[in-house]
């Protein structure tokens, strides 16, 4: 079985480069200029097997800065860029959950109703 990093590159339409910074695991996409950009009208779109493999390759050199690049469909449409897939859209996005930090506190409404809490409790 061949590895994933020896497989043959196919490219069927437009694709980037895209990683996760290593510094804070956000969704980071690489530029014609070699540098990274949270921005996807700045990311440099590949359209040939060989520009995207020596891309690829480039951005794999970038261990310090971003972690796991892999090469990965773009909509390339203008006026605005989308991710091509929905993998990507969700990575783009976010979580597709509420996490528990998202959901809302309870509010203290007032000095009784917490002396009536814990006068509940048996603590008052």
């Not at 859209?89 to 009536?116: C, F, N």
């Amino acid at each position: 079985m061949t590895s994933p990093l020896q497989q043959k590159i196919r490219v069927t339409g437009p694709v980037l480069i895209t990683a996760n910074r290593l510094s804070d695991g956000a969704v980071i996409l690489r530029t014609a200029a070699g540098d990274w950009t949270t921005d996807l009208d700045e990311a440099e779109i590949l359209r040939t097997a060989d520009s995207a493999a020596v891309a690829l390759k480039s951005a794999q050199g970038d261990g310090l800065v971003a972690v796991g690049p892999y090469i990965a469909p773009v909509d390339a449409d203008e006026p605005s860029r989308g991710p091509g897939n929905l993998r990507e859209m969700i990575r783009m996005s976010g979580p597709t959950i509420s996490l528990p930090q998202d959901k809302p506190r309870r509010a203290v409404s007032s000095v009784s109703h917490d002396r009536e809490y814990f006068t509940q409790l048996g603590t008052l």
